[in-house]
């Protein structure tokens, strides 16, 4: 049988909180916290409280009664709230998946179950086909967390949220988690493939030595990553994929091919689109998901990776990106990537 299996950066797929403001204890009105301004434009912009009335509200992390004895909930990281993707964006989102065309999607940047449900169901996705949902709670203090939307039947999912590195033993390897997955051709059966899903550690920094130390983790991770799949079942495939924030020649990453994993995407075509004419640094012939724009220079670098084991080398039938339409991204600043994997069984 072929598999289609796609990996994609939801960006924050956050559905039930939308207010966002700086929370540093102060004493805030609904108005003043509706008319913050948004980090994203995909984003949903803040709006009041409509049981809050006049009353002000203070801002917080945890249930709070408010003054209508009513329980309300605030989530925030550092100091700002959590916000809700525009209702148009996430419809964006959810053409994208439709127009990748995969059996099995892995993505990034997902609130809880509960939002991905949502997401799949009032987005017409589960019509779709994607009735399998698996998101266990990652390590991510911003509540961003992986995921697995699929066509075909889960088996035995697993969380290695927990895993540490000899390096590091007292904290957990993986920024977020390692969420294990088998896929099966149908109930009751045995796996055919097993995917890997990932978010390593970011390229944000302050300065020198936090990139170094943020190279450092993503090779631990990278690392990690080599020491479990070696667990896998033996005779069942695998993917190692998801959104890997370096480029698949970088030396955090290098255990990975080092273990005779294979870049499935190194020859990936493009669809969708077209990418706009007349960017100040044109996007390279190479295959790319991300795009970042500083210091009046671009960069596009393939974060969105799909790895393959060493025996779906000649099983690999096709790759491609389905590019974007906008140069900061179709309410994503990324673009999906995919594969179809032939002769499964």
Same mark, same amino acid.
């Given at each position: ?160 949220? +927990?895993? =540490? ?9 993986? #920024?977020? %988690? !390692? ?5 099966? &051709? ?109 210091? +009046?220079? =671009? ?9 393959? #084991?060493? %025996? !779906? ?5 096709? &790759? ?26």
């Amino acid at each position: 049988m072929d598999i289609r299996v796609g990996t994609f950066n939801l960006n924050n797929l956050f559905s039930r909180f939308n207010l966002y403001t700086e929370a540093d204890g102060q004493i805030r009105s609904a108005t003043e916290e509706a008319t913050a301004e948004k980090p994203r434009r995909w984003l949903k912009h803040a709006v009041a409280d409509a049981d809050a009335g006049p009353q002000e509200v203070k801002v917080i992390s945890r249930g709070e009664i408010g003054p209508d004895g009513k329980l309300r909930w605030r989530r925030e990281f550092l100091g700002k709230l959590i916000y809700a993707k525009e209702p148009e964006a996430q419809q964006t989102l959810a053409a994208r998946i439709k127009e990748l065309d995969v059996d099995v999607l892995c993505v990034q940047e997902v609130e809880n179950l509960a939002a991905l449900e949502d997401f799949v169901e009032y987005l017409d996705l589960k019509k779709s086909g994607f009735k399998h949902l698996s998101l266990i709670e990652g390590n991510d203090p911003r509540f961003i967390d992986v995921a697995v939307m699929s066509k075909l039947p889960l088996d035995g999912v697993r969380s290695w949220r +927990h895993h =540490t590195h000899p390096q590091r033993p007292s904290e957990p390897a993986f #920024s977020r %988690d !390692l969420l294990e997955v088998p896929i099966m &051709a149908k109930r009751g059966g045995e796996p055919v493939l097993t995917v890997y899903v990932n978010h390593l550690k970011s390229q944000l920094a302050d300065d020198e030595a936090d990139t170094k130390a943020n190279d450092e983790r993503r090779r631990r991770q990278a690392e990690s990553i080599v020491e479990i799949i070696k667990k896998n079942p033996p005779g069942t495939p695998y993917l190692v994929l998801g959104d890997m924030n370096d480029s698949p020649d970088s030396e955090p990453l290098a255990p990975l091919p080092a273990a005779g994993l294979f870049d499935a995407l190194a020859g990936a075509i493009e669809r969708g689109g077209p990418y706009p004419e007349g960017d100040p640094d044109p996007p390279p012939a190479r295959p790319w998901t991300h795009r970042y724009r500083a210091d +009046h220079k =671009t960069t596009y670098e393939l974060y969105d990776q799909i790895w393959a #084991s060493p %025996d !779906l080398k000649d099983r690999i039938a096709e &790759a491609w990106i389905l590019r974007r339409t906008l140069r900061g991204g179709n309410a994503s600043d990324h673009d999906p990537a995919a594969v179809r994997i032939t002769g499964l069984s």
